[in-house]
């Protein structure tokens, strides 16, 4: 059975900083693709980031020079650096692991930017 749990959302005035993390646990053989998403209030879930094995990242337009995705493979963690956030920011963040031949989601952490 694998697991991610997910860590460190919460508010936050605009143009400052966030951290989220994500970490996996459970029967892993492989991790390949880490991803995060984002579902904002009356709209659908929407890709922000993911990162390769190899650590090749990519990033949604509307974050680009602003978020930064990483992660750890010797602790299966994804993490999520988020800064210069803006009101429009604000959702519910998921992150998504690609793990042997399935994906699996995290629980979902709130991100609030205040204006």
């Known amino acids: 059975q694998v697991r991610l749990v997910e860590s460190g959302g919460g508010l936050v005035q605009a143009g400052g900083s966030l951290r989220l993390s994500c970490a996996a646990s459970?029967?892993?053989?492989?991790?390949?693709?880490m991803h995060w998403f984002r579902q904002a209030p009356g709209k659908q879930r929407e890709w922000v980031a993911g990162i390769t094995s190899g650590g090749s990242t990519n990033y949604a337009d509307s974050v680009k020079g602003r978020f930064t995705i990483s992660r750890d493979n010797a602790k299966n963690t994804v993490y999520l650096q988020m800064n210069s956030l803006k009101p429009e920011d604000t959702a519910v963040y998921y992150c998504?692991?690609?793990?042997?031949?399935?994906?699996?989601w995290g629980q979902g952490n709130q991100v609030t930017v205040s204006s």
């Open positions: 998504a692991t690609d793990i042997d031949i399935r994906r699996y």
């Open positions: 459970g029967t892993i053989f492989s991790i390949n693709g």
